[in-house]
């Protein structure tokens, strides 16, 4: 082995220039932040609706089913400002037309699909995110909204959280903008609806209640 080496080297020194072959580039790259934040829901990340029976639906209104409480927490190593936004993966599922009560807002980007009833392509209805309260390192505060066609943060028209690109954060004010802490707790209700029953397509199976989003936290 020892030998091999030392004819290898001896070529190379010897040869008047090396042909080039290929090439190929390295790119380096990063980011760094002024802290790092780490987003969780408190009890989980899966809401479960339990077992619902296809007769205690309406045939004919949306069906409301009870809410359930989260709540979004942020913690960072550092005092951080942060907003966050929702993306939906099962935008194209959502049941068009719903209302979520007793707030009485509509509209499809305030809501999110549930998945579609069996592979018949039909939504089962949609669930929205009613807003609660927010805090900083346990200090109450206001919820603020802004959008890519107005980025000065404001008060929200609507109480439930609207789908991504519309982000949302938390401040003493509109004014005063997004609050810096080491924990951020936003809590939320999970407002789900299955369309009337009418709708869906005939089964002797059971449809499977699939929502699913990604919340995104941004820093400030």
């Known amino acids: 082995m020892k030998k091999l080496f030392l004819v290898a080297a001896t070529a190379v020194a010897v040869s008047p220039m090396m042909a080039s072959a290929a090439s190929v580039g390295l790119t380096v790259t990063g980011n760094i932040v002024p802290t790092s934040c780490t987003p969780s829901f408190a009890g ?20 409301n089913l009870p809410e359930h ?3 979004l927490n942020i913690r960072c190593d550092a005092p951080a400002a942060v907003e966050f936004g929702v993306k939906d993966n099962r935008a194209a599922t ?19 699909g549930l998945g579609n009833a069996g592979s018949s392509g039909v939504g089962l209805g949609g669930f929205g995110l ?8 346990n200090r109450e505060q206001t919820f603020l909204v802004r959008t890519p066609d107005n980025l000065n943060w404001r008060l929200p028209g609507s109480r439930m959280v609207s789908n991504f690109p519309t982000t949302y954060s938390w401040g003493l004010s ?12 936003f809590e939320m209700k999970v407002a789900a609806a299955i369309r009337p029953t009418r709708q869906l397509p005939a089964t002797t199976t059971s449809f499977k209640v699939d929502g699913s989003v990604i919340f995104d936290v941004f820093y400030l």
């Open 130 to 137: 009613r807003v609660g309260k927010a805090t900083t390192d």
């Open 174 to 185: 509109a004014a005063a903008g997004p609050a810096a802490a080491r924990v951020h707790t």
């Open 44 to 63: 989980g990340t899966n809401v479960d609706l339990g077992q619902i029976t296809l007769s205690s639906l309406s045939p004919t209104a949306q069906n």
């Open 69 to 71: 409480d989260i709540s």
């Open 94 to 112: 959502k049941a068009p037309n719903l209302v979520f009560s007793p707030t009485g807002f509509f509209g499809e980007n305030l809501y999110y």
